[in-house]
């Protein structure tokens, strides 16, 4: 019996199938991230820092490149 060529209808098909599957993989491993954040931030005490000033916090050092950020804030 010979096969026939897939089609591009059946090929969008499963693109659409493969990008909803890993939609949900990025939404599932988002919060598994955020939790082992969370974690982090109890850790260290964090968790007492208004919400506004860690993101600050987060996207100016973002910004700045968390390697120059460290040492700006490392006692020298």
């Known amino acids: 019996m010979a096969r026939s ?5 059946n090929a969008l098909k ?3 199938e493969q990008r909803e ?8 491993l988002r919060e598994e991230a955020a ?6 931030l109890l850790e260290c005490g964090a968790e ?4 506004a000033q ?3 916090l987060i996207r100016t050092s ?5 390697d120059d950020a460290l040492k700006r804030l490392s006692p020298a």
């Open 48 to 51: 007492t820092i208004e919400p």
């Open 21 to 28: 599957e890993l939609d949900a993989q990025e939404a599932r």
């Open 5 to 9: 060529k897939p089609s591009a209808r």
């Open 35 to 40: 939790g082992e954040l969370g974690k982090v």
């Open 54 to 56: 860690l993101r600050q």
């Open 14 to 16: 499963k693109l659409r």
């Open 62 to 66: 973002l910004a700045i490149g968390i």
